[in-house]
């Protein structure tokens, strides 16, 4: 029990001994033991030759040890907190990543993007628009082709524009039926999100080709992230057919049953306030939202909404 405040265990023996004895003279323990229990305060060397010694009471004894030992720590504690402090300070010098990298020429964009991609782990997120640094844009993505095989997910927000670069829609059907997921929407900047670990963007708007910025902040990582998820369920999902890119539903518009239900959807009525208002059975309103929302490609409510108003459905 008494290591804790620098006793060895011979120490720790001999001293018990003592408490629970009379005093030892010279020779009925090595002296050099005695003389360390000494220095710690736990033993007294009585007058007299032979010299003796005898224990120091343990509540008091013990008690100055610990005061000693409590001092030590805190002074220990302080140098830790200055150590920290200290590390802290230097820790922006150190071989680990910043919170953000800025990538400068072609090139370079060209043979870090695919690297920073190589190491993904479960998911590739991406807000795809023009300008491209690629000579041809629309060149099948292979490496994807691969991922998507290993069972990594893709899910790629297009903007408007990249539907219209001369041959990408051989890319993009070739990326839906290897499983990737793909919609449609102004996306509000070129992105890669490398799991929820690398983001690369554009390091100046409007986007170049010349730049970008690659952050590893988890902070920014997490508002990223959630940029593109809100993006995400506001678009459109897009088909491939006949070597044309097309969005789902495009080109349709609602049934008379859909035009009377989509404003009050809309509106934000419950089921039960639709019903009411188009003097329908509950259980017909949630049908025809549920088909509706099929329809819309949409997985809620507000999602068939906002898609609803993207097609014109709305008249907005």
Avoid at 55 to 61: I, L, Q, S
Avoid at 171 to 197: Q, S, Y
Wanted: proline share 8%.
């Amino acid at each position: 029990m008494l290591h804790v405040l620098g006793l060895t265990p011979t120490e720790e023996e001999l001293y018990e001994r003592l408490v629970g004895g009379p005093p030892m003279a010279a020779g009925q323990a090595e002296t050099v033991h005695l003389k360390r229990l000494l220095e710690l305060g736990l033993v007294t060397e009585l007058p007299g030759d032979p010299p003796r010694w005898t224990a120091t009471p343990p509540a008091v004894a013990l008690e100055v040890l610990i005061g000693e030992r409590s001092l030590a720590l805190a002074e220990a504690a302080r140098h830790i907190a200055d150590l920290d402090r200290r590390f802290h300070r230097t820790e922006t010098g150190r071989d680990w990543p910043p919170p953000v990298e800025v990538i400068y020429g072609r090139e370079e964009i060209l043979r870090r993007g695919p690297e920073f991609q190589r190491g993904v782990r479960a998911e590739i997120r991406a807000c795809d628009g023009p300008p491209y640094p690629e000579d041809n844009p629309a060149a099948v993505n292979t490496m994807e082709l691969d991922h998507l095989r290993r069972g990594i997910r893709y899910r790629v927000l297009y903007d408007r524009r990249a539907l219209d670069v001369p041959g990408r829609p051989a890319d993009l059907e070739a990326g839906l039926a290897a499983g990737e997921e793909a919609r449609v929407t102004d996306i509000p900047l070129k992105m890669t999100l490398v799991d929820d670990a690398i983001a690369i963007l554009p390091l100046h708007h409007p986007a170049d080709v010349e730049s970008r910025l690659v952050v590893y902040d988890p902070v920014l990582l997490t508002a990223l992230g959630a940029l593109f998820e809100m993006y995400w369920d506001r678009g459109l999902p897009l088909r491939v057919s006949g070597g044309k890119a097309h969005l789902s539903g495009a080109g349709t518009g609602p049934s008379d049953s859909e035009a009377h239900l989509l404003p009050l959807l809309v509106a934000g009525l419950t089921d039960q306030e639709i019903a009411a208002h188009l003097k329908l059975s509950d259980r017909t309103v949630r049908s025809r939202v549920r088909a509706m929302t099929a329809r819309l490609d949409a997985a809620t409510r507000f999602q068939a909404g906002y898609q609803s108003v993207a097609r014109g459905w709305l008249g907005g």
